[in-house]
């Protein structure tokens, strides 16, 4: 290929990698090039293949094989090229590019001219060079409203109105040109427009998804007091650490919860503060029996920081991770192996949604066993639980954020009658 470039005639060189192609190959298809184009090897190919093979799941499931190649089939290759032949062919008579193919890599070099003619001969890879202008304008509109602002350095976000006009003038942009080249059209009618990605999932309201945006791009919020009733400068880091009010203890015990939910549907005897001793009043947050080693006890204690607090400032995030893991483990795991022959695991969590390291190792040991369970994969299984985790993390900073700390007379005896 490097001496075909080099060649005076040559002014590009188009370089294919196709994705996941082993797995992805139509096997009809390539059956019937086999028995065309390689008759010797066909009656191999078509006994191993025409029938889909079985694959078997733990716990009782059974998938269909019905498409590419077996991982360690010794033909995989030469039934691969020889399938992909057929391609080859069509792409050399309809241009002039030299070409090279090594299994699921290609090659093309020549003229532009040729090697365009190549790139859209079939392959069905969108043009890239006449959608980056439309795409282009399309985001330009839709971020026109950002864009005054920071060229204004306003640190105010666009409104609500802005922001829906940018959107819907980009969307019907977007359609327009959709209806005008027909080539591009299939692109753009999937329905993937920016608005659609924009959208998170349903579970906050519109106020709770912006304030989310700020909270995670750190921009001003306008609408919140300035003074917090014990008398600080309210924002964002005081709202997330200000004991008044009740919410830091409210987020600490949503995280419990949710972790003790989670553990519910693969433990036996999932117990929410379960007593240390029973003449003490020490309690840990959740107990789960058969977590990290059969009918074993497993203790867990939460705790949950805010990073951005003034007492971490000289400190690296992996420090303050330790330090409070540290913390916990003095208190608690001698006392839980003495007492209970259990074992203790403190789940660090930061508001920001950070874990410490120990955190990390029950999350993945968690979603092993849910997985296993549930007969999902499990990465499947990680990001529901990373999903979920996520959104906890979000009504509870929204809660420290926007919730009332001003003391009211039901709120007294409300708390009297939760604590007791
Ligand atoms: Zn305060």
């Not at 026109?144 to 609500?160: C, V």
């Not at 880091?237 to 830091?248: E, I, K, L, Q, Y």
């Not at 789960?288 to 007492?311: I, L, N």
């Not at 006392?335 to 993945?364: D, N």
Request: net charge positive; glycine share 6%; hydrophobic share 35%.
């Amino acid at each position: 290929m490097r001496t075909i470039f080099e060649a005076d005639d040559t002014n590009a060189v188009l370089l294919i990698d196709a994705s996941n192609a082993f797995n992805a190959l139509n096997r009809s298809a390539s059956l019937h090039n086999i028995r065309v184009l390689c008759p010797p090897m066909a009656i191999y190919a078509i006994n191993t293949y025409r029938q889909p093979a079985r694959l078997f799941v733990i716990g009782g499931q059974e998938l269909e094989s019905v498409k590419g190649t077996t991982q360690g089939d010794p033909l995989a290759t030469s039934l691969y090229a020889i399938s992909l032949q057929s391609l080859i062919t069509q792409l050399q008579v309809s241009s002039a590019t030299k070409q090279c193919w090594f299994v699921d890599d290609a090659a093309g070099s020549g003229s532009l001219l040729e090697v365009r003619k190549c790139a859209l001969g079939g392959l069905g890879i969108a043009n890239t060079v006449k959608l980056a202008s439309q795409e282009y304008e399309v985001s330009v509109t839709v971020t026109g409203p950002l864009t005054q602002r920071i060229i204004h350095q306003d640190h105010h976000t666009p409104d609500e109105a802005d922001n829906n006009a940018a959107k819907s003038q980009a969307i019907a942009t977007k359609k327009r040109e959709a209806l005008k080249e027909s080539e591009v059209r299939k692109v753009l009618a999937t329905g993937s427009g920016l608005a659609s990605r924009l959208k998170p999932n349903n579970d906050p309201n519109k106020g709770e998804f912006r304030d989310a945006l700020k909270l995670r791009y750190n921009w001003e919020f306008s609408d919140i007091p300035n003074r917090c009733v014990c008398g600080d400068i309210f924002d964002v880091d005081h709202a997330m650490t200000c004991r008044n009010g009740g919410f830091v203890i409210q987020r600490h015990n949503e995280i419990r919860d949710l972790e003790a939910a989670l553990l519910s549907t693969v433990c036996k005897d999932v117990e929410i503060e379960p007593p240390l001793h029973t003449s003490q009043d020490t309690r840990l947050d959740v107990l789960a029996r058969g977590f990290w080693e059969r009918q074993k006890s497993a203790y867990f204690d939460v705790r949950v920081f805010h990073p951005y607090a003034d007492s971490y400032r000289e400190k690296t995030s992996e420090q303050v991770f330790k330090q409070h893991e540290n913390e916990k483990k003095r208190k608690y795991a001698c006392r839980v192996l003495e007492i209970k022959q259990g074992s203790f695991t403190p789940l660090t969590v930061s508001t920001t949604g950070g874990m410490g390291t120990k955190c990390k190792i029950y999350h993945k040991r968690l979603a092993e066993l849910i997985f296993i369970k549930k007969c999902e994969t499990y990465s499947t299984t990680m990001s529901w639980i990373r999903a979920k985790i996520s959104f906890a993390f979000l009504r509870c900073a929204l809660l420290c954020l926007r919730g009332t700390r001003k003391k009211r007379k039901t709120f007294e005896t409300l708390a009297t009658d939760f604590f007791n």
